[in-house]
């Protein structure tokens, strides 16, 4: 049985899309990880840090894709379609919530 205060990381969330795998994703986009990090092994304590520099980074932009520069902007983009694609290939329907 996993340990629930270890992350285990994107590739092995449930379908990636879960808050902590979107924080992963979004380090990614902001250049504060490699994408060759997944962060797979992470304590909570470390995934907390990394949510706080995330979410400073987007407060700059109002949290809002449509604000990013447009190399952000088109990076995310590209990040969430793959994202998504692999997250429907693992059974994600959009239109559950995550608890459904």
């Known amino acids: 049985m996993a340990d629930p205060k270890i992350y285990v990381g994107l590739n092995q969330d449930s379908h990636g899309l879960t808050q902590l795998g979107r ?13 060759t990090e997944d962060c797979a092994g992470w304590d909570l304590g ?3 840090a990394l949510m706080e520099r995330v979410d400073a980074e987007w407060d ?3 949290n ?7 190399e952000l ?7 969430y379609a793959r994202i998504m694609e692999e997250a429907r290939r693992k ?10």
């Open 23 to 35: 924080i992963v994703v979004d380090a990614w986009l902001f250049g504060f990880l490699p994408e």
């Open 46 to 48: 470390r995934m907390q």
């Open 60 to 62: 700059k932009y109002g």
């Open 64 to 70: 809002l894709p449509s604000r990013l520069p447009p």
């Open 73 to 79: 902007r088109e990076r995310h983009a590209a990040l």
């Open 91 to 100: 059974g994600w329907n959009p239109e559950l919530d995550e608890d459904e």
